[in-house]
Structures are given as structure tokens and as C-alpha cells.
């Protein structure tokens, strides 16, 4: 076990917003979440081996608009969604766990934990950030969502139990309406040992890793996209300057297509990225170089956090590709993304980066 202080929580939400893949909420409101709510706190974050079989877990998180998340502050709704789900659990919740790697949701979760007994576990459900709850590997896992609770800061609260997961996606969209776009969120109620099954360990320390190299990158004026790719084991896809990024809304999704014309050493190459919230496919010059689950990650050549919420024609960003944990390299997990990568048009089939080179098949940008 270690704790999280001070420096820490912001070293995650930069790191965190990096890994999100393009999604799971802007830097902003994470950073706001690193300052405002857990600067002064001491957070216990354990290991996943060191979760006991028969602990009681619970994944925490922010559920809401992008949107909204700029605009309203996120304090103490999901406590008062583990809170509020507790009152229909068999006992106490020992710990949370974040739904997705994000900065801001890893952080969200964090505030779950305030002035309880209630350790955060260095693990998420899906080692990236994702457009659905069934994308997490706690759902291809076998785990159920519900019972599920959703809570506003003020502390009103819903409380939802049925084994019909479309319905459950339905209830919860309806429910944050209803909350005003903004709500806490604590689901998947599980055993030690289903986390400790389905999880991907070891994200949190990950995203404060990242962070923390960003910061000492900048300090030293040092390349942090070349710092970033250390840490991480990822490859850049380009260095260069958006020139297009078109989106589309259909109901709680956004679909964009972003193009960044290369410069520098990059300079002749066009890279485009099609995301769904998140980032899922990446070609460069035509050729397909990244597929989800695979990351696509982004940010700015000065080591700033850039999501699809924050991506402004014009402006210079670095794009990179970390392959997926082994966790997603199995036919189950896989196919998770297939339906999200036929609606956009994609019709290859995974192939991990590595493997990816001229002339494979893919989808044209």
C-alpha cells in the first residue's frame, strides 16, 4: 500500500487525461479535482494482489457530459453514490476501484474514498477510457453492473437493481438527465477476487508514472512526448498540427474525425484518428496504424493534456499508440469493440500495433 498526497493527484490527472485515450473528460476538470478536493487529503491506493478474496468492491465514478463536466464542480457525488448502494449491499464496501483510465476518473474515484474506511485500489476496468459500460473488462468479465447507484452532490439518489443490462444503460442515461448531466456513480458490485479476475492492474500508478514524468520533462525542458513513450512503451503516430477534426452527435456519443498534417521530421505525412468519445482508429498516410483496444493517446508538444473536447484546429499535438494490456488480447474482449468499429465504417480486424506495418489491411481514413 502507499498514499497519495499533495503533488500526486495532480501528476494522475495530467498522466491519467494522457492515457484516456482522447476521452473520459477534459484536464480541467480533473485538475480541478486534484486542487479543490484531494490536494490537502492522504488517499491509501493498494495493489490488486493485495486485495483479499472475500473484500467487498465497488467501481466509483464521474458520469455526466463533457460539457457539464467544465462547467460544475465534482465534490462528493460519488461518495454519496457508494453511500447510497451500500444501504442494499449484504455489508460495507472495503474498496473502490475506477471504472476507466482517465485523470478524471481516477480522481473521481478517489473522492469515493474521503472520510471513510475505504481504500482506492491501483486498478480500472478497462486500462483506457471507453464509450460504454459494456466495454469494461468487469462486464465481459461476468460481473453485473447492478444493483448500481447515481447521486448529486447534494446527496438525491437513485438506486437501481435488474439483471437486464440494456435496461440498466437505459435507467442510468435517464437518471443523469434527470440529475442534470452530472452525477456520481458506483456499479459492479464484486468480490476481491472478480477484481482481482478482470481488472487491469496497476493503471493509477501508471498515470501518476506519466505525470510525474511530464512535470520533471517540462522542469528540465526536455521533449515529454520522447519522456511520455519511455514510460509507457508507446510509439508515436505523428508530430504536427491539426488540420481538420469534424464531429457528429448521435444521442450520448460523438463521433469525430480528427487530421493532423505532419511537421518536423513528420513533415509530407497526413494522420487521421476516428473516435467514438474515445479514440479507436488511427492511419497514417492512408495506412491503418492503430486499432482499439489498442490507446491512441494525445499531447501538446509542451506536454499539456489534449482530449477530443479540447482538440482546436490550428494548434500543434503529438499522437501516440500504446497496445492494449493483455487483458483485452483474448476473443471475448475483442469483440467488445466490434460493433463500435463497424458503426465507423471499419471492417479489418484487430491487429496489434506491433504487428501493423505498410501495405496490411485496413479501412481507408
Known amino acids: 500500500m502507499v498514499e497519495l498526497r499533495g503533488e500526486d493527484f495532480l501528476d494522475v ?9 482522447g476521452g473520459g473528460g477534459s484536464y480541467a476538470p480533473a485538475k480541478a479535482i486534484a486542487e479543490s478536493i484531494l490536494e490537502r487529503r492522504q488517499i491509501r491506493l493498494v495493489r490488486l494482489e493485495d486485495v483479499p478474496a472475500r473484500a467487498r468492491v465497488v467501481s466509483a465514478a464521474a458520469m455526466g457530459s463533457p460539457e457539464v463536466m467544465l462547467r460544475r464542480p465534482f465534490t462528493t457525488q460519488a461518495r454519496n453514490a457508494v453511500g447510497a448502494l451500500e444501504e442494499v449491499l ?13 485523470g478524471y476518473n481516477h480522481l473521481a474515484c478517489m473522492t469515493a474514498s474521503i472520510g471513510r474506511r475505504i481504500a482506492v485500489l491501483d486498478a480500472d476496468g478497462a486500462g483506457r477510457a471507453i464509450p460504454r459500460l459494456g466495454h469494461t473488462l468487469f462486464h465481459l468479465g461476468g460481473v453485473s453492473f447492478s444493483p448500481f447507484a447515481l447521486a448529486t452532490a447534494p446527496g438525491r439518489a437513485i438506486t437501481v437493481s435488474t439483471s437486464d443490462f440494456a435496461l440498466e444503460e437505459r435507467v442510468a442515461l435517464n437518471a443523469l438527465e434527470h440529475f442534470g448531466w452530472l452525477a456520481g456513480l458506483a456499479a459492479f458490485p464484486m468480490t476481491g ?28 525542458r526536455d521533449d515529454p512526448l520522447e519522456t511520455v513513450l519511455e514510460v509507457t512503451g508507446g510509439r508515436p503516430l505523428i508530430r ?15 463521433f469525430g474525425h480528427l487530421k493532423v498534417k505532419g511537421t518536423g521530421a513528420d ?9 467514438m468519445n474515445e479514440n479507436m482508429i488511427g492511419w497514417r498516410d492512408g495506412r491503418l496504424m492503430a486499432v482499439a483496444p489498442d490507446r491512441i493517446c494525445y499531447l501538446r508538444p509542451d506536454g499539456q493534456p489534449v482530449t477530443n473536447a479540447d482538440v482546436a484546429v490550428g494548434e500543434p499535438i503529438d499522437v501516440f499508440v500504446i497496445e492494449a494490456q493483455r487483458q483485452w488480447r483474448n476473443p471475448t474482449a475483442l469483440a467488445a469493440f466490434t460493433d463500435t468499429l463497424r458503426a465507423m465504417g471499419f471492417t479489418g480486424e484487430y491487429t496489434r500495433g506491433a504487428l501493423l506495418r505498410p501495405g496490411r489491411d485496413g479501412s481507408a481514413a
Do not use: M
Open 90 to 102: 449484504p455489508g460495507p464496501v472495503n474498496f473502490v476501484v475506477p471504472v476507466e483510465t482517465s
Open 240 to 254: 504536427g498540427k491539426v488540420v481538420g477534426f469534424q464531429t457528429e452527435t448521435d444521442g450520448s456519443y460523438t
Open 13 to 21: 490527472a495530467v498522466g491519467g487525461t494522457i492515457l484516456g485515450t
Open 267 to 275: 513533415a509530407g505525412s497526413l494522420a487521421a484518428v476516428r473516435s
Open 193 to 220: 477476487e472478480a477484481v482481482r479476475r478482470t481488472a487491469v492492474p496497476g493503471t493509477i500508478s501508471l498515470a501518476r508514472r506519466v505525470g510525474a514524468a511530464v512535470r520533471e520533462a517540462r522542469r528540465r
